[in-house]
Each structure stands twice: as C-alpha cells, then as structure tokens.
C-alpha cells in the first residue's frame, strides 16, 4: 500500500506524525509526504523517516496564489503516485489536498484529514463558525475519514459532518523519552546541569508568539520569587516575540530568574528536572508539552482554553486558572511547592491519565483506523 501524508510545511510531519509512519511501515506501507520545506527553521529536525518527500508550497493564508501553485503540483503527484491512502493534515493542507485528490478519490484512493482542532468550538468568536465550520463541514463530504484529537470535536463532527469520523488521543507522546525520574536521578540530572537540589524549577514551552502568552509566566514570577528568590523558569521555543519577552524580563527585574532556551530538541532534559510546567496560551488544539510533562511525572498549572480543558481536571491532575490571571497561577505554583503531598498526588494521577496520549496507545488506535 502507498500512502501520501501532505500538511502545510514538513516540520509538521516531523513533529506529529512519526508514530504513524511506524504503523505504516510494520504493515509494509510505502510512505511519501508533500508539504513545505520549513526544516532550516527548526533545529534538529530531520523528514528522513519515510520513503519520498516533495517540497510543495503551501501557505497557511487562504489568500495567498502558493496555494493555487501548491494545488497544480500535488494534483501531479497524487496523478502519478496511484497512492491508496491520501491523509491531509493541516487546515490549508488539508483543504489543498482534498481539492487536488478529487479524481484520485473516484479512483479509489481513500482520504483521511486529522483535524489537530477546529477554529470552531465552544466560546470561540463567532465569526470563526460563520467562517470555518461551513468550510470544514463542505470538504467533509470530500473525505473519507475525519480523525479528531479532541471530544469536543469528535462530538461534533460525529453529530453534522458528512463522512466516517474517528477519535484518537492526540499524535502520541514517546514514553521511553518522557517519563518520571525518581528523587536522586532528578538532584544528579540537576547537578549535571548546573542547578541545585532545592532549587525551584519551572518550564514554560512553545512557539514565541503572542497566542503562546508566555509574558503571563514571566509575571507570575515576579510573585513566586519574592518566596524562592533562586527560582528559574526556562523557556522554551522562537518566534516573533523574542525581544519583546526579553524586554518583559528586564522590566520586571528578572534576567537572573528567567532563561530563554531558543528551540529546544531536548526538552527531556528539561521535563526530567523542573518541578512544574506552566501553560499560558489562549488557544490550544491538544498541547504536546502538557503531555510530555504529565508522562514525565511533573504537575502542569495552565491557563483555561479549550486544548488545556481536554487534558488537565482542575484540582485533580494539574490546575487551571484564568487566562492572563498570573497571580494565581503563582499562588498555584507556590502550593505545590510547599504541599509536597498533594503535588505527589496530583503527578500520579497526570502520570495515568496521559499515558493514553503516549506513542504505544496512539499506535493502537491508528492501526484500527487504518487496517480494521
């Protein structure tokens, strides 16, 4: 069996759809991607995991004429490649992707979309129904299987759209990479890295951009380092608001409390040593770094969107708290740093609930979805 996986860019596939090509190979499938070549802007990442990539120009605006070119050229390949599976990631690379594969389809090729989160959803703008969800519900019945990585989506998908819909609990996580680490591993990770024992850690994860809100961290910590004046937070990710988080640290005094790592390709490192992470986006679709600090063993206080909702029980497996609300989101801090007992149990119960997000259960549900 052939299958093309296309997304947007290629460092999409890299980051999110490895467990997948895993499934695929063990079942003896060839695998192609097609997608942007985005790779010189993440270090570290490499798309050498499947048989054939091609560079194809999509663009995440709707407007832009790449996408009219990325149409022309994926319509080639997909003539030529006579794949069985088509699977489309991404809203514009999945829309492209549809449009290009419509005689492939009547062919016989079956199409996948996962959708990583739909625009739509409880307590989004409303212009976003007015405008997404007619787009996804119509290229609903250009598809064969929708795959969703949310329930809120998964319900209603299930209930109005047009074709096979199907859950899984997100990409998957690698458990042989996050996972707990007892005390004394921790204090020697600590050592090695340059940090003490008692020492406060916290790690903050993603893109710099304005939706990432990582300025409701650096104010937290001005309230958690007047307890733990050594404390650190690390953050971790580039992007546009670089020098205007730097300028945040300044003004709050905070150069020796806050490090910015840059992209990180070895966040375990990370996960193995902090005592939290916090999450400060506005929007999320189902956020990796939440998992991977769960399967690591580490409470999680995140801002209240809807991809945090999916994940975290508020009091029970990490806390939420409003968004832009960084004085208690400090306060949460500062209580799993002085109740070592209810952090204990809080990290137990993230630790169980996530390994239904780690690579081994993800496999499992994408080998039903594929081969059942």
């Known amino acids: 069996m052939k299958v093309l996986l296309t997304a947007t860019v290629q460092s999409h596939i ?55 070119k990325a149409e022309k ?36 090729a079956r199409l996948i979309y996962t959708a990583h989160g739909f625009h739509f959803y409880e307590g989004s703008p409303k212009k976003n129904w007015m405008i997404y969800y ?12 929708l795959i969703t990585i949310t329930h809120e989506d998964y319900r209603l998908a299930k209930k109005n759209f047009h074709c096979r819909v199907e859950h899984i609990h997100g990409v998957g ?40 809100n990582q300025k409701m961290a650096i104010y937290a910590m001005q309230r958690i380092v007047k307890q733990y004046p050594d404390a650190i937070l690390f953050i971790a990710g580039n992007g546009s608001e670089k020098e205007n988080l730097e300028n945040e640290i300044k003004q709050c005094g905070l150069e020796n409390n806050v490090r910015m ?34 399967l690591s063993g580490n409470p999680v206080v995140a801002s209240i969107n809807r991809g945090h ?29 002085s109740d070592n007992q209810k952090a204990e149990e809080i990290q137990k119960r993230a630790y169980d609930f996530a390994m239904d997000y ?7 549900e994408l080998e039903v979805i594929y081969f059942n």
């Open 14 to 68: 890299c980051q999110f759809h490895k467990p997948l090509v895993e499934v695929l190979h063990a079942h003896g499938c060839e695998v192609h991607v097609a997608a942007r070549n985005n790779l010189a802007e993440k270090n570290g990442l490499k798309l050498d995991f499947v048989e054939k990539v091609f560079d194809i120009p999509f663009s995440r605006s709707p407007k832009s004429k790449d996408n009219l």
């Open 73 to 108: 050229m994926l319509k080639q390949i997909i003539n030529k490649g006579h794949y069985d599976v088509i699977h489309c990631n991404t809203p514009m690379g999945g829309i492209v992707t549809r449009i290009a594969a419509k005689q492939a389809r009547k062919s016989g």
């Open 134 to 145: 007619p787009v996804e519900k119509y290229f609903s019945r250009k598809t064969d299987t």
């Open 173 to 212: 996580v690698d458990e042989k990479r996050y996972f707990p680490v007892g005390k004394d591993e921790k204090f020697r990770l600590r050592k090695e890295m340059g940090f003490g024992e008692d020492q406060k850690l916290l790690l903050c994860v993603g893109e710099l951009l304005p939706n990432k």
């Open 261 to 294: 790592l840059g992209y990180c390709t070895h966040l375990q490192d990370y996960q193995h040593i902090i005592d939290v992470l916090v999450a400060c986006s506005y929007r999320e679709g189902l956020p990796l770094n939440i998992v991977e600090s769960m």
């Open 309 to 337: 909702k999916e994940l975290i029980h508020d009091g029970e497996n990490g806390y939420l708290v409003s968004k832009d609300d960084s004085e208690t989101m400090a306060d949460r801090v500062l209580e799993l740093f």
């Open 358 to 364: 780690s690579f081994t259960s993800v496999k499992k």
